[in-house]
């Protein structure tokens, strides 16, 4: 069975997005950015929710290509691209760079990928979090905690019927006052 890890960066009042889906917060620092290069480059297949599919996939395939391009991005760059991916939407019709797109029932899909033998997945992606905490799919929640309140936007944590209680498993603290934080789901 896959190990099926929720990550994301978030806010210290729990949002991964502002209003209007505004992730200008989020700008990592050199230590961040390589650790978030090595987890893309560690995760054998990462699920997308359809917005955060288009934030990425507008900007990762060619930014190597950029003449700005710092040699860290460009490497998360070709490992974004080279790292197999599902998007799941039923409103968009193709996807690219090793992906591939699902428009049925995500937790029935989910729940077949976690069966199937292979390396970790990554659930990234509110919406698409959301259904697959609702369904007690999701082994482990990683959190980056930025030192901004928000006020408002896209919550990370969505609302369940049932509690899911965690053992802390990691802490780390990046430059900038950033927190990682991660957790394992008890089951």
Same mark, same amino acid.
């Given at each position: ?93 193709? &996807?690219?760079?090793? /992906? $591939? *797109?699902? %428009?049925? +029932?995500? &937790?029935?899909?989910? /729940? $077949? *990928?976690? %069966?199937? +033998? ?70």
């Amino acid at each position: 069975m896959r190990k099926l890890t929720y990550t994301m960066n978030v806010s210290l009042d729990g949002y991964i997005a502002a209003p209007g889906d505004d992730l200008g917060w989020t700008a990592p620092n050199d230590e961040l950015f390589q650790w978030w290069s090595d987890r893309v480059a560690a995760t054998s297949l990462a699920l997308y929710g359809r917005r955060l599919w288009e934030t990425m996939s507008s900007h990762w395939p060619t930014a190597d290509q950029q003449p700005d391009v710092t040699p860290a991005q460009a490497e998360y760059a070709r490992r974004w691209r080279d790292m197999p991916k599902v998007v799941f939407s039923s409103t968009i019709s193709t &996807v690219d760079w090793n /992906t $591939r *797109l699902v %428009a049925g +029932d995500a &937790v029935t899909e989910i /729940t $077949r *990928l976690r %069966a199937e +033998d292979g390396g970790p997945m990554d659930i990234v992606g509110a919406t698409l979090a959301a259904a697959a905490m609702r369904a007690g799919l999701i082994d482990e929640y990683m959190t980056v905690t930025h030192p901004v309140l928000l006020g408002g936007g896209t919550p990370f944590f969505a609302t369940l019927d049932n509690w899911v209680n965690l053992n802390l498993v990691e802490t780390r603290t990046f430059p900038g006052s950033v927190l990682l934080t991660r957790y394992e789901t008890r089951r």
